[in-house]
């Protein structure tokens, strides 16, 4: 009998799970497993909602599979040495996974292969995350993409590929193995990392239902909402996307159909929308083909950029009390919910890098183990965007001002009065610069601006002009 092992790891859902339908396809019995790796407790960017979130996935996965009377086997400790383990205790003879692509993991299973075939047992990897790879979509010249339009331009142009049908396991021929599993935790205090913040609903049911309220209503208008903090014009997908409780596949098949009955001008925001499906996979194809991004800027001229080190500027910046009360709710919402708007990431990447001139990688790590969604792949991406270190970065000199950027997006100071109750009381006018109203300022408890976006941005600008000009001088 054909026994596969299919190993669950960023793809916790039975639906349009490529591996898993290929693994159902190719065995006679499908052994379904999960290692919480040590890496996803311990480690510098463990972040305690993204691990609670994990975690909760995990069991819902759980449960459904035990609906459908397939048992999941669950290990704690090294993939590299439990997979081989599972292999022989189930008798396996092949392993199969959906692929990664952060070069930590890539590196891991590429190991891990060696160890299985010497093994005797095949590793299998599959595509699912992304519908096109780094190798897929590449230049006339055969390089990868650096400039996100023309790649999304390439990438429109192929078709869409259809969900994966819903796992269904064979009817076993032979008794399933009695495998030892271990029931994980859904407190992730119990690793020592208790999470405060209160975080969206987990599983693929609750991916699913994300999914469908967004193409009810909110992604025939995403053209003109997505940018504004207080409105919920986004999907809220990216926790999902994340731990893979949705597919790739099934999103853009309800995208389709939204589409076909959108509107002209809806059918210009769903575009909008699936431009933001791309710019993920544009990310993905950069983090793998060019993996010196996770260890510095990706123009190399600007890792010789002198950052400032203050630590106290750090410290009030992931605490929200800045003084800049976009930036500070931004942050505090971050720090409470494990999430932030996109616009407001933006934000806060460019105040971090060009008003307190701190190194991106700060915030980076920092975001990491904050979000829900915590991604090395987009968070780089946005990170070297922000500073303008990155392949399609925002050239140096486009400073995000932090008063005129709240003044827009959060016009009424909604999103502000929200996160920061202190300014409640300020009038519209005021509340995004709260230092010129001294009526209130006075009795608002809140911090002064550290530092003046007017004097920061000469230095920054003075900053990157440096390091260029010691690249033209070092080539
Ligand atoms: C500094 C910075 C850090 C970021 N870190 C992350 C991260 O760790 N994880 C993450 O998923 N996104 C990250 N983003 C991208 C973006 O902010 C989030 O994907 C988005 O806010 C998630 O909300 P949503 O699901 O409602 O997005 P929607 O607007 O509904 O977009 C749909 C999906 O498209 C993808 N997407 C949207 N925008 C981007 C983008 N700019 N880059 C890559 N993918 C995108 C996400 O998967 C998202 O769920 C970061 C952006 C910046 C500027």
Redesign the pocket.
């Known amino acids: 009998m054909n026994v596969v092992l299919h190993w669950f790891r960023r793809d916790l859902r039975i639906s349009d799970n490529t591996a898993l339908s290929e693994a159902v396809r190719q065995g006679d019995q499908v052994i379904p497993v999960f290692i919480l790796e040590d890496a996803l407790r311990t480690g510098p960017d463990v972040g305690a909602g993204r691990l609670a979130f994990l975690l909760q996935s995990v069991e819902s996965l759980r449960k459904n599979l035990a609906e459908l009377g397939c048992p999941l086997i669950i290990r704690s400790g090294r993939s590299e040495e439990l997979i081989p383990l599972l292999c022989r205790e189930t008798g396996a003879r092949a392993v199969f996974a959906n692929k990664r692509y952060e070069p930590y993991a890539q590196a891991r299973d590429r190991r891990l292969g060696e160890t299985l075939f010497r093994a005797g047992v095949e590793f299998k990897l599959f595509k699912d995350a992304v519908v096109w790879e780094e190798t897929e979509i590449l230049t006339q010249a055969g390089q990868p993409y650096t400039v996100f339009t023309p790649y999304s331009k390439a990438w429109k142009q192929r078709p869409i590929p259809a969900p994966r049908p819903q796992f269904k396991p064979a009817a076993p021929t032979r008794p399933v193995p009695a495998v030892p599993s271990e029931a994980l935790p859904l407190d992730p205090a119990v690793f020592g990392h208790p999470c405060t913040q209160s975080l969206p609903p987990a599983g693929e049911r609750a991916a699913r239902e994300t999914l469908r309220q967004?193409m009810a209503g909110p992604v025939l208008e995403?053209g003109a909402q997505?940018n504004f903090p207080g409105v919920a014009?986004?999907?809220?997908?990216?926790?999902?996307?994340?731990a893979g409780t949705i597919g790739i596949r099934t999103?853009l098949r309800e995208w389709q159909q939204a589409r076909l009955s959108a509107s002209a001008a809806q059918g210009a925001s769903c575009e909008v929308?699936l431009n933001?499906?791309?710019?993920?996979?544009?990310?993905t194809q950069v983090l793998c083909n060019f993996p010196h991004v996770t260890k510095g800027a990706f123009r190399p001229e600007y890792d010789r950029l002198k950052w400032s080190e203050n630590h106290e500027h750090f410290a009030a910046w992931c605490a929200g009390r800045t003084g800049y009360p976009i930036v500070d709710a931004a942050m505090r919402c971050l720090n409470a919910t494990g999430?932030?708007?996109?616009?407001l990431?933006?934000i806060?990447?460019m105040f971090l890098t060009k008003d307190l001139l701190i190194n991106?990688q700060w915030?980076?790590r920092y975001?990491?183990q904050q979000?829900v969604?915590?991604?090395?792949?987009?968070?780089?991406?946005?990170?070297q965007?922000?500073a303008g270190t990155g392949t399609d970065a925002a050239p140096y000199f486009r400073i995000f001002n932090p008063i005129t950027q709240a003044e827009k997006f959060d016009p009424a100071g909604r999103f502000v009065r929200q996160w920061l109750p202190e300014l409640a009381a300020f009038p519209a006018e005021s509340i995004h610069q709260p230092w010129t109203d001294p009526l209130y300022f006075a009795k608002a408890r809140y911090p002064a601006r550290m530092v003046q976006h007017d004097v920061q941005r000469d230095l920054c600008l003075a900053m990157f002009k440096a390091a260029k000009g010691a690249s033209e001088l070092n080539p």
């Open positions: 967004f995403y997505r014009g986004t999907s809220l997908l990216s926790p999902h996307l994340r999103i929308f933001e499906l791309i710019w993920r996979e544009f990310y999430t932030m708007h996109n616009r990431r933006m806060v990447a991106w915030g980076e975001f990491m979000l969604d915590g991604d090395m792949a987009a968070n780089n991406g946005g990170w965007w922000s």
